[in-house]
């Protein structure tokens, strides 16, 4: 597990993603995470996902990535899991800690299975729109 050093190393992974400087099989869990810190950091939920969706799109077409790969209810568990998680940490904390603190809380991208049967969360209509969990929700972990 990568706990960053400062934030330049943060900043450089959300540049990096925004404009499509990373390549696309680098850009991982953590990095996906990272980024979304920091969105969550500088607005609310609903506008972080707006712009985390704006991004990850653009990404995609750049790297000519199947559009199908962009799931929705992906990302929209993460966020809330991600808000939820920083919405209890102490107000003081910086943007690096905060990272770190959720990478070490979240190393595994696969815990959206334990909310998610891989059929409903790869369906068309989960990567097209949010769809609630159906094997639990997203705030019992």
Known sequence: ?????SETEIRAIVNGFELCQTEKTAFKHQD?????????????????IERMRNSL??????????????????????????????????????????????LQEFPNSALVLDHYSSGLLF?????????KPDLRDWKER
Not at 34 to 48: E, G, R
Not at 123 to 131: H, I, M, N, P, T
């Open 123 to 131: 369906s068309d209509e989960a990567r097209k729109g949010f769809v």
């Open 1 to 5: 597990m990568h706990h960053f050093q």
């Open 32 to 48: 996906h995470l990272v980024v979304a810190v920091a969105y969550l950091q500088d607005s609310t939920v609903s506008a972080a």
């Open 57 to 102: 799109m653009r990404f995609i077409k750049y790297h000519e990535v199947d559009q199908r790969k962009y799931n929705e209810t992906i990302t929209v568990f993460w966020f809330e899991v991600v808000a939820d998680a920083l919405a209890k940490m102490p107000a003081s904390l910086n943007l690096l800690e905060r990272c770190n603190r959720v």
